[in-house]
């Protein structure tokens, strides 16, 4: 099995040199299946990512959700290495965060224990939920803080399934993988 550097690297070159338009039409196929979950329809609070990087693109997820009357958060990154869930209200101004990704410029938190749903990014995944990130552990150190009725997602395009992922006991899964 190759080790989480190389899995890392090879998939994130993978994502980048995607196409935009192959992106785009597995990100809505990705969001199809997403708001047709049961999970989905009756969650209040969901947790999505802003996308960067070749990630599956959440931006029409979060509008729609929002328009359906979701309360919306986005993960923020702090600089003690954990993370916090901040509300995402229609028509925030966004900025850089300590990593690169976008994050409110006003920060508003709700609690870890508010969250019914929580869509996550990976570099890789496999079927049993194990998720490969970034190397921080920020979604491992989050997921394993949720309460027992949240429900987390992975988000991914199908090349980033993998037939095993390497992981350790600080490794948390997620719970559903929903994948195109």
Same mark, same amino acid.
């Given at each position: 099995?190759?080790?989480?550097?190389?899995?890392?690297?090879?998939?994130?070159?993978?994502?980048?040199?995607?196409?935009?338009?192959?992106?785009?039409?597995?990100?809505?196929?990705?969001?199809?299946?997403?708001?047709?979950?049961?999970?989905?329809?009756?969650?209040?609070? =969901?947790?999505? $990512?802003? &996308?960067? !990087?070749?990630?599956?693109?959440?931006?029409?997820?979060?509008?729609?959700?929002? %328009?359906? @009357?979701?309360?919306?958060t986005v993960p923020v990154c702090r600089k003690?290495?954990?993370?916090k869930a901040c509300l995402l209200k229609d028509?925030?101004?966004?900025?850089?965060?300590?990593?690169?990704?976008?994050?409110?410029? =006003?920060?508003? $938190?709700? &609690?870890? !224990?508010?969250?019914?749903?929580?869509?996550?990014?990976?570099?890789?995944?496999? %079927?049993? @939920?194990?998720r490969l990130g970034r190397g921080k552990g920020?979604?491992?150190?989050?997921?394993?803080?949720?309460?027992?009725?949240?429900?987390?997602?992975?988000?991914?395009?199908?090349?980033?399934?993998?037939?095993?992922?390497?992981?350790?006991?600080?490794?948390?899964?997620?719970?559903?993988?929903?994948?195109?």
């Amino acid at each position: 099995m190759l080790n989480k550097v190389r899995i890392r690297t090879k998939m994130l070159l993978k994502l980048r040199i995607q196409k935009e338009e192959d992106r785009n039409r597995k990100s809505s196929i990705i969001k199809r299946k997403l708001f047709n979950t049961a999970i989905f329809k009756k969650a209040k609070n =969901v947790m999505f $990512y802003i &996308s960067f !990087d070749g990630e599956v693109d959440t931006q029409n997820m979060i509008k729609e959700a929002q %328009k359906l @009357g979701k309360i919306v958060t986005v993960p923020v990154c702090r600089k003690n290495r954990n993370m916090k869930a901040c509300l995402l209200k229609d028509g925030v101004r966004l900025k850089k965060g300590l990593y690169g990704t976008q994050e409110p410029a =006003v920060k508003d $938190y709700l &609690s870890v !224990d508010s969250l019914d749903l929580v869509l996550v990014p990976g570099v890789a995944f496999d %079927k049993k @939920g194990a998720r490969l990130g970034r190397g921080k552990g920020f979604y491992d150190r989050f997921l394993a803080k949720l309460p027992a009725k949240a429900t987390s997602i992975g988000l991914a395009f199908r090349q980033q399934i993998l037939p095993a992922i390497p992981s350790t006991v600080n490794d948390t899964r997620v719970h559903k993988l929903i994948f195109a």
